[in-house]
């Protein structure tokens, strides 16, 4: 092989690099949306995990929940049905979501 065409291959003109890839306006509405969303779940998640079993857990090991105190049980059980909940709604909403940019981008088109 010529050693022009391998360092063609190997080494792009500097003119055909884009060191920085621009969003446009719908695609930043997507992924402000998708962050946002991430972050409010994972808040969510926070509170429940690190809130209901170790802040305030004196408060709520006082009510009892299926026989045990309520912080043993959000952080036994709660937590982890509360994750997999979040999980699902995220699955959901990003279908949604994902439906909506793709018909955008289409109607553009």
């Known amino acids: 092989m010529n050693t ?8 792009k003109r500097e003119e ?3 060191p920085v890839q621009t969003l446009d306006e719908k695609q930043t509405s997507y ?10 779940l994972l808040t969510i998640w926070a509170l ?4 209901g079993g170790i ?14 105190s309520l912080s043993f049980w959000i952080a036994q059980q709660g937590a982890i049905i509360v994750f997999i909940l979040l999980i699902l709604f995220y699955a959901i909403r990003m279908e ?3 439906q909506a940019y793709i018909r955008d981008v289409m109607e553009d088109r």
């Open 4 to 11: 022009r065409i391998a360092s063609a291959f190997i080494f």
């Open 31 to 40: 992924w402000k949306k998708n962050l946002s969303l991430i972050r409010n």
């Open 48 to 51: 429940i995990s690190i809130g």
């Open 55 to 68: 802040l305030f857990a004196e408060p709520l090991s006082r009510v009892k929940f299926f026989g045990v």
């Open 96 to 98: 949604q979501l994902d």
């Open 16 to 18: 055909e690099v884009s």
